[in-house]
């Protein structure tokens, strides 16, 4: 009877439990998000933007907003001469090329011109049937010598002027900027502001993205030349530039600074300048390097220093003291001390996690109680 009971209990139970509906499956309970931050991890391609950046200084890819000035810092389509310069050593070079060099090529070229269609003319078969046996003159001999003789002096003072200003070394209280090469893109260090880094690829065109990914705007900056994070250096503060390179040879080349410095895997190259106005400029590599060599931009902003300071602030750097020289020491890559070094000795401790509680056993000596080393001639 009791059984039965049972039976009779445990069928209605289940009649009941057929007719109510099925509740969903709980997710796992997750903590919760703070409003406006994504638990995505940005990316070159793909880039989560901040909802609302407390700082003005970080409304475009962690750099200020700002937008390329018709003509100045990128070529222009069928425009021909130098970009307009914004360094002391970049004027003094464009008025060398356009005031000096351009007319006195020309020159050259019209006078080797008119002496050729006047030989030509003058010493035809027709006016000259009889050819003339002259072998020497002295005097054509001696002007066609020193004249071109002349000319090159006078253009060696300006150009070691030039070619000595560009590889003068930088002040004290300069600001020091690490470019890296690698295949394909450049890398920023700013070793003198608490040696953060900076990454900056090229942005592609919208239909060579995927959906969602970011891609370039005119905002950015022209085609090929827009990077998705730019450098940012102050107004009127000299720079001290140093090159290298991860992989093979780079070049760092900004047409508006008159600036092309390669960077050579295991060499530091160094050059400095001073940029005298504010706005954003674009170059490139300038040396053969692979496959993707058309795809390393540079984008720099020049900002005032205030400016600069903030960012640097806002990026978590910090600002040296006014006027002290340098004294940070610049690894070469792959060297003690680079940040390839670190990056691969904390790939190592996360890997293998943290050492604890390691018995080491102690090292025999042959040198009795003394306890040094055996070197030398210790104990013959």
Same mark, same amino acid.
């Given at each position: =009877?009791? %059984?039965?009971?049972?039976?009779?209990?445990?069928?209605?139970?289940?009649?009941?439990?057929?007719?109510?509906? @099925?509740?969903?499956?709980?997710?796992?309970?997750?903590?919760?998000?703070?409003?406006?931050?994504?638990?995505?991890?940005?990316?070159?391609?793909?880039?989560?933007?901040?909802?609302?950046?407390?700082?003005?200084?970080?409304?475009?890819?962690?750099?200020?907003?700002?937008?390329?000035?018709?003509?100045?810092?990128?070529?222009?389509?069928? %425009?021909?001469?130098?970009?307009?310069?914004?360094?002391?050593?970049?004027?003094?070079?464009?008025?060398?090329?356009?005031?000096?060099?351009?007319?006195?090529?020309?020159?050259?070229?019209?006078?080797?011109?008119?002496?050729?269609?006047?030989?030509?003319? %003058?010493?035809?078969?027709?006016?000259?049937?009889?050819?003339?046996?002259?072998?020497?003159?002295?005097?054509?001999?001696?002007?066609?010598?020193?004249?071109?003789?002349?000319?090159?002096?006078? @253009?060696?003072?300006?150009?070691?002027?030039?070619?000595?200003?560009?590889?003068?070394?930088?002040?004290?209280?300069?600001?020091?900027?690490?470019?890296?090469?690698?295949?394909?893109?450049?890398?920023?260090?700013?070793?003198?502001?608490?040696?953060?880094?900076?990454?900056?690829? =090229?942005?592609?065109?919208?239909?060579?993205?995927?959906?969602?990914?970011?891609?370039?705007?005119?905002?950015?900056?022209?085609?090929?030349?827009?990077?998705?994070?730019?450098?940012?250096?102050?107004?009127?503060?000299?720079?001290?530039?140093?090159?290298?390179?991860?992989?093979?040879?780079?070049?760092?080349?900004?047409?508006?600074?008159?600036?092309?410095?390669?960077?050579?895997?295991?060499?530091?190259?160094?050059?400095?300048?001073?940029?005298?106005?504010?706005?954003?400029?674009?170059?490139?590599?300038?040396?053969?390097?692979?496959?993707?060599?058309?795809?390393?931009?540079?984008?720099?902003?020049?900002?005032?220093?205030?400016?600069?300071?903030?960012?640097?602030?806002?990026?978590?750097?910090?600002?040296?003291?006014?006027?002290?020289?340098?004294?940070?020491?610049?690894?070469?890559?792959?060297?003690?001390?680079?940040?390839?070094?670190?990056?691969?000795?904390?790939?190592?401790?996360?890997?293998?996690?943290?050492?604890?509680?390691?018995?080491?056993?102690?090292?025999?000596?042959?040198?009795?109680?003394?306890?040094?080393?055996?070197?030398?001639?210790?104990?013959?």
């Amino acid at each position: =009877m009791r %059984r039965r009971l049972h039976g009779i209990a445990l069928a209605a139970g289940l009649a009941l439990a057929a007719a109510a509906p @099925i509740a969903a499956a709980p997710t796992p309970q997750g903590a919760a998000a703070p409003a406006g931050v994504s638990n995505i991890a940005p990316t070159t391609a793909s880039a989560t933007a901040p909802a609302a950046p407390t700082s003005p200084l970080l409304a475009m890819d962690g750099a200020p907003a700002m937008t390329a000035e018709a003509g100045i810092g990128h070529p222009v389509a069928g %425009r021909y001469g130098l970009q307009p310069q914004v360094t002391n050593n970049g004027r003094f070079a464009h008025w060398f090329h356009d005031s000096i060099l351009v007319p006195l090529i020309v020159a050259i070229c019209v006078l080797v011109l008119l002496l050729l269609l006047w030989v030509v003319f %003058r010493f035809r078969r027709a006016a000259n049937p009889v050819p003339s046996k002259t072998s020497h003159n002295t005097a054509i001999e001696i002007i066609w010598t020193l004249a071109p003789v002349l000319i090159l002096v006078l @253009i060696a003072v300006p150009s070691i002027g030039l070619l000595q200003a560009q590889f003068k070394p930088a002040p004290a209280g300069a600001v020091t900027l690490k470019a890296i090469g690698n295949q394909w893109y450049w890398s920023y260090q700013y070793p003198d502001n608490g040696g953060f880094e900076i990454t900056a690829n =090229m942005l592609k065109e919208k239909d060579q993205v995927a959906k969602g990914e970011r891609f370039r705007t005119d905002a950015d900056g022209p085609r090929l030349l827009a990077a998705d994070n730019r450098v940012v250096l102050p107004v009127g503060v000299p720079i001290r530039l140093i090159t290298t390179s991860q992989d093979v040879i780079h070049s760092w080349a900004m047409p508006a600074f008159w600036i092309k410095l390669d960077a050579v895997p295991g060499r530091l190259n160094e050059t400095s300048f001073t940029i005298e106005k504010p706005g954003l400029y674009f170059g490139q590599c300038s040396e053969l390097c692979g496959a993707r060599h058309a795809f390393m931009p540079i984008a720099v902003e020049a900002v005032p220093p205030a400016q600069f300071a903030a960012w640097v602030r806002a990026k978590g750097g910090t600002m040296p003291t006014p006027g002290k020289p340098s004294d940070k020491v610049i690894p070469q890559p792959g060297a003690e001390g680079s940040a390839a070094k670190q990056a691969e000795g904390n790939a190592a401790d996360a890997a293998t996690g943290p050492v604890e509680n390691v018995t080491t056993a102690a090292p025999s000596s042959s040198q009795g109680a003394t306890g040094n080393p055996a070197t030398g001639n210790a104990g013959q």
